[in-house]
């Protein structure tokens, strides 16, 4: 069952509300944190739709219970569930008031509720009212609340969230406005936390907020400072401060923001407080949180500096291999001998093929190849160089998919040499057609096995077929064996860890066939 399923089935409730619920269940961890006590969101198990007339308000049936659709634990306190109540019934002691929530829209507070009959706890009932309408009620569960004495730090927390909570119950947060999902270095509530007054002025900061400013380099007081202004003093007159950093250090808008100096990284993150007037919902303050992440932007800084070096790498090895590549063929091309020539002209085409694999890893930050795209421009050209002045047909089928690269400069010289062989030698000088598929096959708790074929329509092999795999790939050329099969027979047992099997092909031709493991994939 999904989060929004039961409203969505009622018919009463629209795709805003929905949504709005996810935007909430993805933002409730810092209510959480701040109440130091469990969320859970319920939903009636016996929902009762407007009746035909439209006058009635669709709700729970009178003696209907509900039933758990979240539920988030504090990380700043200890849980007062062992279980995950997604999906659980609510306790009858509760039911009764859960009830009345929905349908008077007021706050209900249970002192001293043995749940299950197992432990003691507080439980407040918010409803969660939009448009005027009740879509759901929250409940917020705090145990050991009797003999608990609350400092100033706990006292701060608790009001933020129960303001916050208010806000939650009148649909007035979160707000459609603000920024969704979890970034890297999104501040937290144990990062630090400040209020803030209408004005932009502190009203309070927790010790790791000061820590934070201390290490921005302001030694004074932060109670009544107006933190817009004073941070942007904080930074040299040369540097440009973000554009919306005044709205969020003041608390105006719901949005994130960055700082960053020559030392010191922090991030933050602004809620606006609001309470219903007259005049309706106006700001009377904000909860900003803020987060020191000057290590993981220096990680971040180190990892995109690595990327770029090997990317780098990358595009320096494939400019080596294609000057390579040009010498093999002007030497192959002041050659006399035929044999000499070909074996250069050889030579040069399977250094092409790796500098190729290099080529499509100095493009992208993955060491992993789209064997597919790369392998496509191969495929027509190995045929192309192997066959001039025949005409022959090259055509692709299946799928390779990603591959690491230590897997595709393998595959691709031995695709090349196989491909080759099938022109030279299948194809004999006649027109012809050559295929090449590829495919995944899943093997249950293994490692995932690539199936290439190369196939062609030409002279055949004769009847019998030959395999080979393991140690005995390891052997010296046989009469009439190149240097090409023996490459092709070495990458398949050392490089593909797989085997390759020569056979004749259903209507006349040759089928190769050759099997590898996909390092990193488990069949399921």
């Known amino acids: 069952m999904t989060l929004a399923e039961p409203l969505l089935k009622t018919g009463e409730f629209g795709p805003g509300d929905s949504e709005w619920l996810h935007l909430l269940v993805g933002d409730w961890q810092l209510v959480a944190d701040l109440a130091r006590g469990d969320l859970v969101l319920w939903f009636p198990e016996d929902f009762v739709s407007v009746d035909l007339s439209g006058h009635a308000q669709g709700g729970p049936a009178p003696l209907s219970g509900f039933q758990g659709l979240a539920h988030v634990r504090p990380s700043s306190a200890q849980t007062v569930f062992d279980r995950d109540m997604v999906g659980r019934p609510m306790d009858p002691q509760i039911g009764e008031a859960a009830l009345r929530c929905w349908f008077d829209q007021t706050v209900q507070s249970l002192e001293e509720i ?27 569960h705090s145990g050991d609340f009797a003999s608990r004495m609350y400092g100033r730090l706990d006292s ?13 119950s009148r649909g007035a947060w979160p707000e459609f406005a603000a920024p969704v999902g979890a970034t890297h270095g999104n501040p937290r509530v144990s990062d630090g936390v400040i209020r803030l007054d209408a004005e932009g002025r502190v009203t309070f900061a927790s010790p790791n907020a000061v820590s934070v400013y201390r290490r921005l380099g302001y030694s004074g007081p932060l109670i009544g400072a107006a933190l817009a202004e004073m941070t942007r003093g904080l930074l040299p007159e040369t540097d440009k401060a973000d554009e919306v950093m005044p709205l969020v250090l003041t608390g105006r808008m719901p949005w994130r923001s960055e700082l960053a100096t020559a030392k010191v990284s922090i991030t933050f993150r602004s809620i606006p407080l609001k309470r219903q007037t007259r005049r309706g919902e106006e700001r009377f303050g904000a909860l900003l949180l803020c987060r020191d992440v000057t290590e ?107 591959l690491p690269s230590e897997l595709a400069t393998p595959l691709a010289l031995i695709i090349n040499e196989i491909v080759a062989n ?58 009439g064996e190149g240097l090409g099969m023996q490459i092709v027979r070495t990458l398949v047992a050392s490089e593909l860890r797989g085997s390759i099997r020569w056979q004749p092909r259903p209507g006349g031709g040759t089928t190769v066939t050759i099997t590898a493991q996909v390092p990193g994939e488990a069949g399921t």
């Open 422 to 479: 099938a022109v030279e030698h299948g194809l004999d000088g006649e027109s012809g057609t050559v295929t090449l598929n590829g495919r995944r096959r899943e093997l249950p708790g293994e490692e995932a096995e690539l199936v290439v074929t190369v196939s062609d329509d030409g002279v055949g092999m004769g009847e019998a077929p030959i395999e080979e795999s393991g140690v005995s790939a390891y052997r010296p050329p046989q009469r």
């Open 296 to 402: 993981i932007r220096r990680r971040e800084l180190e990892l995109m500096t690595k990327d770029a070096t090997i990317r780098e790498i990358h595009h320096r090895v494939k400019n080596n291999l294609q000057t390579v590549s040009a010498l093999l063929r002007l030497q192959a091309r002041r050659m006399t001998s035929t044999e000499a020539r070909e074996g250069l002209e050889q030579a040069m085409r399977r250094v092409a093929t790796i500098a190729m694999v290099h080529e499509v890893l100095s493009q992208g930050l993955s060491q992993d190849v789209d064997f597919d795209e790369l392998i496509a421009r191969q495929f027509r050209l190995a045929a192309e160089v192997a066959s001039p002045g025949q005409s022959v047909t090259t055509r692709k089928e299946g799928r390779f998919g990603q």
């Open 114 to 140: 043995q749940w299950g009959g197992e432990f003691l706890q507080k439980v407040v009932v918010y409803p969660l009212v939009r448009h005027g309408r009740t879509i759901a009620v929250l409940t917020l």
């Open 156 to 168: 701060v927390f608790r009001e933020t969230a129960r303001e916050l909570l208010s806000m939650v």
